[in-house]
């Protein structure tokens, strides 16, 4: 009996030794077949990457055996998403090609295996680019996303040479002029003209977005269910219109992503539209205002704005790139200014408006008087200097005072008629 118990414990030993040899042998086995599977995995992916990459035109494996692998697979997802994105013909040369000194010939980098010659003349319009990329297995850069600033005179790479006109690069391939004057075109015009004539405007500096306004840049309020129309020309993911005013700010910004749009930069400054006329511009009489000289927009004509609402300045910003100034919380004279608000400089003295009942004479010698001295005589003789910034009306501050208290018709010094106190000229 002790010698048959035996025997089964021997056999059930043998027997858990054998399981548990193929218990291990079956572990091997599985790690050979997740390696291979791993090694097959990998070996595709780099299969796909170099059929990826011959495609593009580029044979990255040698270039990518000098770098980290970090490095290695941004240089690659670089490559990859110039292949799909919107591409910006306004360049001379393809993506990762050097442009020569000459500026129309281009030089391909060594990493390119194309079927073209490595150096070429790439001054092309944008169909005959288009062709090259499909001839010579290249791509353009990526066009940039951004919101264009459209208050620039000139295109991304076009001179300014005076008179509001801009020349274009020696590059540029397009089929419009090479001599444009922006000066003449309001913003929607020169959104029109960039995409008709295949060159850009800079983009805007990076700014805070602003989600309290109802539609995103250069979109159009419709209707009065937060309904937004999109520009002519919109080619993005998302329909012509659509429902984004009622938007809580998280939302809008996953639409910005979802449909390829920006919403506008938070204001710098409240702007004030009590200001009779843009800060860029010069009131004339009443509230009749003509561009100054360094306005840079389309508009050139005199516009009264006496009956204008808030609503139509905000329109006439839009139209004609000019803002109105900022609401100013607190005035720093400008005591740079010759004379005071109102007064007109004449042969270094300074001449009263035909308004003014201060104690002072008519005439002063406020010219040579340094910044204490013009900061004296405002209380003296009842006047303001104006603010710094250009922004000189401040009703608030000097409403009901005696220099600029009834009859103001004009922040500019000139010959005033006395009867109405209107400037009727201007010293140069």
Not at 47 to 61: I, N
Not at 87 to 114: N, Q, R, V
Not at 236 to 243: A, L, M, N
Request: proline share 6%; with cysteine.
């Amino acid at each position: 009996m002790k010698e048959k118990c035996e025997q089964q414990a021997e056999e059930q030993e043998d027997q858990l030794r054998e399981n548990q040899k193929r218990a291990r042998d079956t572990v091997d086995q599985c790690d050979d077949l997740l390696q291979g599977t791993v090694n097959r995995t990998e070996e595709a992916a780099q299969k796909r990457r170099s059929l990826q990459a011959s495609a593009l035109g580029y044979d990255l494996r040698d270039l990518e055996k000098t770098m980290s692998p970090e490095v290695a697979r941004a240089l690659r997802t670089a490559y990859a998403e110039a292949e799909g994105c919107d591409h910006d013909y306004s360049f001379l040369c393809p993506f990762s090609w050097t442009e020569g000194s000459d500026g129309f010939t281009c030089t391909a980098p060594a990493t390119y295996i194309g079927r073209c010659e490595k150096t070429q003349n790439f001054s092309l319009s944008k169909e005959e680019k288009q062709a090259k990329e499909r001839e010579c297995l290249v791509t353009w850069p990526c066009l940039k996303k951004c919101v264009r600033d459209y208050t620039q005179l000139c295109p991304t790479g076009w001179t300014e040479v005076g008179a509001g006109h801009c020349s274009a690069p020696f590059s540029y391939s397009g089929r419009c002029s090479r001599t444009m004057n922006f000066a003449e075109l309001s913003r929607p015009e020169r959104e029109r003209w960039s995409a008709a004539c295949d060159t850009y405007w800079p983009c805007q500096a990076a700014c805070k977005r602003d989600f309290s306004v109802p539609c995103p840049d250069g979109w159009t309020s419709i209707g009065g269910e937060g309904k937004c129309k999109a520009p002519e020309g919109y080619v993005g993911p998302c329909g012509p219109v659509e429902s984004v005013g009622s938007l809580d700010s998280e939302t809008k910004q996953l639409f910005e992503k979802k449909c390829n749009v920006l919403f506008p930069c938070e204001s710098k400054c409240k702007r004030d539209y009590s200001f009779a006329c843009p800060a860029s511009w010069r009131n004339v009489a009443l509230e009749k205002c003509l561009p100054g000289d360094s306005y840079a927009g389309p508009c050139r004509e005199e516009v009264n704005f006496a009956s204008r609402t808030e609503q139509d300045k905000i329109a006439f910003e839009e139209r004609c790139l000019a803002d109105w100034p900022c609401i100013e919380e607190k005035c720093e004279r400008d005591f740079t200014a010759p004379c005071p608000l109102e007064w007109a400089e004449a042969h270094k003295a300074c001449m009263a408006p035909a308004h003014y009942e201060g104690p002072c004479e008519e005439r002063q010698d406020f010219v040579g008087l340094t910044p204490e001295e013009k900061d004296a005589a405002m209380e003296t003789c009842e006047v303001f200097w104006p603010c710094k910034g250009g922004e000189a009306l401040l009703r608030d501050m000097v409403e009901g005072g005696p220099a600029m208290g009834r009859g103001v018709t004009s922040l500019l010094g000139g010959p005033v008629d006395s009867a109405t106190g209107t400037i009727v000229g201007f010293i140069s």
